[in-house]
């Protein structure tokens, strides 16, 4: 099992920047590939950004260039670090993790954090 806490969440007028943080504790951290989506009300959650073991980085296109994914194996957290927010980023943003070859869908990660609210407001 894999216990996964995020933060780091808030209000912030567009054009600014936030930093959310993922801890995970149980299984070997290092072990998982690590992803973030996101679910704002009404739609589907959605893939944001993901690190994989090897340390290959991804992120869906929208985000692209604005948001950057880390990881700090000895502190067991992940990092979703978010510049340039836009309104359109508000939503709940989940961390994963996860064993799958893929990355980008909700089952090929196996556990998930309970989520930390972004608003950006216009």
């Known amino acids: 099992q894999v216990q996964l806490v995020e933060s780091g969440g808030g209000l912030v007028q567009a054009g600014g920047s936030l930093r959310l943080s993922c801890a995970a504790s149980?299984?070997?951290?290092?072990?998982?590939?690590m992803g973030w989506f996101r679910q704002a009300p009404g739609k589907e959650r959605e893939f944001v950004a993901a690190?994989?073991?090897?340390?290959?980085?991804y992120y869906a296109d929208s985000v692209k260039g604005r948001f950057t994914v880390s990881r700090d194996n000895a502190k067991n957290t992940v990092y979703l670090q978010m510049n340039s927010l836009k309104p359109e980023d508000t939503a709940v943003y989940y961390c994963?993790?996860?064993?799958?070859?893929?990355?980008?869908?909700?089952?090929?990660?196996?556990?998930w954090g309970q989520g930390t609210q972004v608003t950006v407001s216009s």
């Open positions: 690190l994989k073991r090897n340390g290959n980085t």
């Open positions: 149980g299984r070997t951290f290092s072990n998982y590939n």
């Open positions: 994963a993790a996860g064993g799958s070859y893929y990355y980008a869908r909700t089952n090929d990660y196996d556990y």
